[in-house]
Structures are given as C-alpha cells and as structure tokens.
C-alpha cells in the first residue's frame, strides 16, 4: 500500500483512495479526544490517537515480536526482515523500504540544499543530516542508553547500541536464516553465499569476503 496519509498514517492500494480519504478527514471533527482535546472526522482516527496517550500497541511483528500502535507502521517495519523495499527513485533506480525515504533521497539528485551549518558552512538537503553535524562541532551527545547510561550523538547509534542489551537481530539472512544486529554485518555475511570478497590485501593480494578477515590476514603480515 504504497499511497500513505501524512495526517494519521493510514496507508492505501490506490492513490484515489488516499484522495478521499483526506476529503473526509477535512469534514467536520465530532470526535475528540478527553485526553488531549484533539478532533477527528471519523471515529476509527480517534481510537488510533489514543495509543499515543495510552500506549498501546496490538500490531505485533512475527518474526522479532516488536509491537507497534499502528498497522503502516508494522508493515513497514516487516521490511527489514523480507528486504522489500517497494518505492524506487526514477532517476537512478535505488529502492526504498519508506516513501519518507525516496522523498528525502530525491533532494540528492535535485541538488537542493536548504540547510547550512554556521560553524563550518557546509549545506546539507535535510535538516536531520545538519543536526548531526552540529553534534560533531560541540560534541554534544543528547542521545542516552536507560540501560548501560552510555551517550551517542545521533539516535540511530543509540537504537543499534540497545541491542546489544535487547538481544534484538531484526537482519534476517534469507538464504540461511542467519540473523544480525546491524544490517552492515548482513550485508557482509551475504557475501560468504555470494562468493564474493571485496576486502583486498595491498601487500601480497589475498582477497576476502569480510572485512575482518583481512584485518587479521594484514596482522599476520605485520607480525612477519
């Protein structure tokens, strides 16, 4: 369901669906919510606003049994584990799991970018990229782990970091079953079903298909 409502989430097979959808939610809004005073025009957006008060989450992934409070975003989440990724760019062809996500990939090619850092002046398309480098520049690491109190920079860092508390492998091999923590350390397993070694020894040739390999190869040289 490619056609997604940036007001509730709701996703849709086709874009007319979509379409009146919005129309719909533009009526009037007899629905509201004893929590927060918000209004809807249907009765079924008011009962998915309340998860975000209530925190209830009845979507349940079967592969990882991560919950969430919605069904789009259940769905999008799966596709970490089967690899879909339904939303290409036309220009170059790159796939996306999330619309959100070619969106933002497109600026690449438009060549915008709204965003300048007044530190070193660099110019970025998305402001989140610039948020990043700002952290770089002082330092700051806003983002901490409830469990172990470390502090990363950036969110994605910390969400990778919490798995090593979780035990969470949401990076499925589909040849094998194998699963991974970081979708770095797939990639890199998939090339051991591939054949494939881009890590290269500069001192005598010897190829490798994961990194560490090498790495260790090269020590061996060193020690020689």
Known sequence: ???????????????????????????????????????FSLKHHLTKHKRIHTGEKPYHCNVCSKSFSQRCNLTTHKRIHTGERPYHCDICGKSF????????????????????????????????????????????????CDVCHKSFSQSGDLTT??????????????????????????????????????YHCNICGKSYSQKHYLTKHICMHIKQ
């Open 1 to 39: 369901k490619p056609y997604q409502c940036n007001i509730c989430g709701e996703s849709f097979s086709q874009n007319y669906h979509l379409t009146t959808h919005i129309y719909i939610d533009t009526w009037e809004k007899p629905n509201h919510c004893d929590i927060c005073g918000k209004s």
């Open 97 to 144: 799991s999330e619309n959100g996500h070619l969106t933002k990939h497109q600026l690449i090619h438009t060549g915008e970018k709204s965003y300048y850092c007044d530190i070193c002046g660099k110019s970025f398309s998305e402001t989140g990229h610039l948020t990043k480098l700002k952290y770089v520049h002082t330092g700051e690491k806003p983002y901490h």
């Open 161 to 198: 970091h919490k798995r090593i508390h979780t035990g969470e492998k949401p990076y499925r091999c589909d040849i094998c079953g194998k699963s991974f923590s970081r979708n770095d350390n797939l990639t890199q397993h998939k090339h051991i079903h591939a054949k494939v070694k881009p």
